[in-house]
C-alpha cells in the first residue's frame, strides 16, 4: 500500500499472518518451508516458526523477528520430517509475545496437532470461557489455541469428525494449515475472508496463503481451497471434504487493495490487474488537471498506473522508498523523529518540481502519515498535489484478521472527505467508490466483504472487542489457576 496509508497502512492496518505447509517425502520440507514463509512476509513480520513431523513426532523452532532472522542453516537442519507448517504473524488478538507465535501445539492422550492461522475469530472469547470451564489451561492468549484445543478436545473419534464439528461453532475468519505427526491438514473458514491455496511440487503437496509462495519454491498453482473445505494430506494421497456449506462468501477486499501481493492470484485474478483496474476507475471517478501521476511505493503503485493509462497523464516515480525498512526495536532520537518519513520515503526534486502532481494511495487510516507525503511532495517543488485513494474511506475496523486502528483513531470515522483533504494540505482528494471497486475486483460485490467500508459484517461483531482480551483471561487463569489441565501444550 502506499504508505499513509503507508502511514496508515504499515504502523495502523497491519496484514494479518502467513500460513505455508507442505506433505513432501524425500523433500527438505523445513527448507522450502522457510522460502515459502520468505515470500509470505508481507503478511506478518512480529515472528515467525516452522514445525515438521516425521511420522513419530512434531519438532518446532519460532522466534520473534523476520523469517531471515528467526531460522539459521543449523536451525533448518534439526526440523526433520517429511511434513512441514510454518507462519509469520502479526497479533490480531494476543499481544506480540513469543508465547503468542505460531504455530502452536497441543497435545491431549489422543491428538498431537501444530496450527498455523491466519484470521480472527469473532466468537473466541465464548469459546475460550467454555474450554477453561472444562478445564483447559491455555498457555497463549490466542484465538489459535482456541481453535486448536476445539480441533483435539472436542467430541468424536477422528480429527476430521472434530474439525467438522468445531467449524459448525467458529465464527469468523480461519485460514489453517496444520499438522499431526502423519497428516497434513488445510481448513478456510466458510466464508472464505482468508485467502489459501493448494499447489504441487513434483510429488509433493503445498498450501499456502497466497500463491506468491507457490511460485517461490517453484510450485504449480492448482486451486484455492474452497471456503468450508478440509484438505487431508497423507502417505494415502489427497482427500477434499466439504465440511460446511456456506451460503455466501465474503471474500476480504482489501486483500485485494493492499494485503496480498500483487503477483498473487485471488479468485483467478491477478491482485495486481486488480489494483490497475482501481486506478482506471478512479480516474473515471476523479479526474484531475495535472502534469504527472505518482504512485506511494510499493502497493499503490499498479493502482497510480491504471490512472495514468485511463486519465492520460504520464505516469513518474516521485517517491522512493527505502524498501529495506522493517521493524526496528532501535528508538529514534527526537530530531531524527521529526524527519521520520524520510526513513521510507525520499522525493525526487527533478520529477516534482513546478508539477502539478496526482498521487495515487491505496488508503487512508488515521491519516497521519499522509499528511507528511503530502508535504514532502510540495517541500521537492509540486505546484499541486492531488491525492487520491483507489479504496473508499475507512469507517470501521476490521474485525476479521486485520489490525486496523480503533473507529476513534480512523480519519475518516472523524471527519468529511473536505475536511480530510484540508488536514492533508492537498489541493483536493477523491476515494475510488465502493462500487468501483468491486467492479474492479471483477467478483460479484454479494460475494466481498466490506465491512470497514460500510460497517456490515458478514459475521456478527463484538463491537468492543479487544486485541488484549485474553492477557487479562491469562492473568486470572495463571493466579487462579490450579485447574486441572486435560490437555497439555507444549
Ligand atoms: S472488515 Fe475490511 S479488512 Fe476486515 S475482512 Fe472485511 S474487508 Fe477485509
Redesign the pocket.
Known amino acids: 500500500m502506499g504508505e499513509l496509508d503507508h502511514d496508515d497502512l504499515h504502523q495502523s492496518c497491519h496484514e494479518a499472518c502467513g500460513v505455508f505447509g507442505i506433505f513432501g517425502p524425500g523433500e527438505d520440507v523445513a527448507r522450502i518451508t522457510f522460502f515459502g514463509l520468505y515470500a509470505l512476509q508481507h503478511r506478518g513480520q512480529e515472528s515467525a516458526g516452522i514445525v515438521t513431523a516425521d511420522g513419530e513426532r512434531l519438532t518446532s523452532h519460532m522466534r520473534m523477528g523476520l523469517v531471515a532472522q528467526v531460522f539459521t542453516e543449523e536451525d533448518l537442519l534439526g526440523l526433520r520430517g517429511h511434513i512441514a507448517i510454518g507462519h509469520t504473524r502479526y497479533s490480531t488478538t494476543g499481544s506480540s509475545k513469543i508465547y503468542n507465535a505460531q504455530p502452536i501445539i497441543v497435545r491431549s492422550p489422543t491428538c498431537e496437532l501444530a496450527v498455523a492461522h491466519n484470521g480472527n475469530l469473532v466468537n473466541a472469547s465464548a469459546l475460550r470461557e467454555e474450554l477453561v470451564e472444562q478445564g483447559c489451561q491455555f498457555r497463549t492468549t490466542t484465538d489459535t489455541e482456541v481453535i486448536a484445543r476445539l480441533f483435539c478436545e472436542g467430541p468424536g473419534t477422528h480429527l476430521v469428525d472434530r474439525i467438522r464439528l468445531a467449524m459448525s461453532r467458529l465464527q469468523g475468519?480461519y485460514s489453517l494449515v496444520m499438522t499431526t505427526k502423519d497428516q497434513l491438514l488445510a481448513v478456510r473458514d466458510p466464508l472464505g475472508?482468508r485467502p489459501l491455496c493448494l499447489g504441487r511440487l513434483n510429488s509433493a503437496w503445498i498450501v499456502a496463503s497466497e500463491s506468491c509462495a507457490l511460485a517461490t519454491v517453484g510450485a504449480e498453482y492448482i486451486r484455492e481451497v474452497a471456503p468450508g473445505e478440509i484438505v487431508k494430506i497423507d502417505e494415502r494421497g489427497i482427500e477434499s471434504i466439504q465440511a460446511v456449506t456456506s451460503e455466501r462468501q465474503a471474500t476480504?477486499?482489501?486483500?485485494y487493495i493492499y494485503f496480498a501481493r500483487p503477483d498473487s492470484v485471488l479468485n483467478n485474478r491477478l491482485v495486481y490487474q486488480a489494483r490497475q483496474e482501481m486506478g482506471r476507475e478512479l480516474a473515471r471517478e476523479h479526474p484531475a488537471d495535472a502534469d504527472i501521476v505518482i504512485g506511494v511505493p510499493d502497493s499503490a503503485v499498479p493502482g497510480a498506473i491504471g490512472y495514468a493509462e485511463e486519465s492520460g497523464i504520464p505516469y513518474r516515480e516521485g517517491l522512493v522508498k527505502n524498501r529495506y525498512i522493517g521493524r526496528t526495536f532501535i528508538q529514534p532520537d527526537q530530531r531524527l523523529r521529526d524527519i521520520g518519513i524520510h526513513l521510507k520515503f525520499n522525493p525526487l526534486p527533478e520529477v516534482l518540481a513546478g508539477q502539478r502532481v496526482v498521487v495515487v494511495d491505496d488508503s487512508i487510516v488515521r491519516g497521519t502519515t499522509k499528511r507528511p507525503i503530502v508535504r514532502l511532495l510540495r517541500d521537492a517543488g509540486a505546484r499541486e498535489v492531488h491525492v487520491r485513494i483507489h479504496a473508499p474511506p475507512m469507517v470501521?475496523p476490521?474485525?476479521?484478521?486485520?489490525d486496523?486502528a480503533r473507529r476513534s483513531e480512523l480519519v475518516a470515522a472523524r471527519m468529511s472527505v473536505p475536511e480530510i483533504c484540508e488536514y492533508l494540505g492537498a489541493d483536493s482528494l477523491g476515494y475510488l467508490s465502493l462500487e468501483g471497486l468491486v467492479r474492479a475486483v471483477r467478483v460479484a460485490g454479494g460475494s466481498l466483504?466490506?465491512?470497514?467500508?460500510t460497517g456490515n459484517?458478514p459475521v456478527p461483531v463484538q463491537l468492543d472487542l479487544d486485541k488484549f482480551a485474553f492477557e487479562q483471561a491469562r492473568l486470572g487463569e495463571r493466579e487462579g489457576g490450579e485447574r486441572k489441565a486435560r490437555v497439555s501444550m507444549v
Do not use: I, K, R, S
Not at 252 to 255: G, R, T, Y
Not at 398 to 402: A, F, I
Open positions: 475468519a475472508v476480504c477486499l482489501f486483500e470501521h476490521c474485525y476479521l484478521g486485520v486496523t466483504c466490506n465491512g470497514c467500508f459484517y
